[in-house]
């Protein structure tokens, strides 16, 4: 039995795990001290890319609005994508990770029409500098992620030669 857990019999003799309750109080408090970090980074990576692309800086209200409505519409259409891919992907007899890729797949050029008509119609910039803009800004987010693999790498290099 693990340190810090009490274990439950329910009525049919199967366990059921209660872990530690600061634990679980202390992941919720990081993750909600996580959002505004979010927030800024999305915000910050926004606005950087509107100056990369030549365009005037917005405010960061503006920012913020501009990619809450990009945010909330895409989230919309990946999720009509989503139940229409999965309910053709079971007709057809496919696995659900297949569809999943399939869904993740068709998500990116859908984020990049809404990403650049939203920018468009918000900012008053041609279709393509919006598309400029999505680009500008998935490469950030790219280099970011990628920045932060090749720290945990190291870091695990550097305890596997340790």
């Known amino acids: 039995m693990p340190l ?8 049919g003799g199967t366990a059921d795990t209660v872990g530690n309750p600061l634990v679980a109080f202390l992941c919720c408090f990081f993750v909600l001290m996580m959002v505004p970090v979010a927030l800024f980074l999305v915000t910050f990576i926004y606005r950087w890319s509107c100056v990369l692309c030549g365009l005037p800086r917005p405010t ?3 920012a913020s609005g501009i990619m809450f409505v990009a945010w909330l519409s895409l989230v919309m259409a990946v999720g009509v994508l989503r139940v229409v891919v999965h309910e053709a992907c079971s007709a057809a007899g496919l696995p659900k990770w297949e569809a ?4 993740f797949l068709l998500a990116l050029p859908v984020d990049l029409l809404i990403s650049a008509g939203i920018e468009s119609g918000l900012m008053g910039v ?3 500098k919006g598309v400029e803009m999505w680009y500008t800004q998935r490469l950030i987010q790219l280099s970011i992620v990628a920045a932060v693999g090749l720290v945990i790498g190291l870091v695990v290099l550097a305890q596997q030669l340790a």
């Open 4 to 11: 810090g857990s009490r274990h439950l019999l329910k009525p």
């Open 60 to 62: 960061v209200l503006v």
């Open 100 to 103: 999943s890729i399939i869904v």
């Open 126 to 128: 041609p279709f393509g």
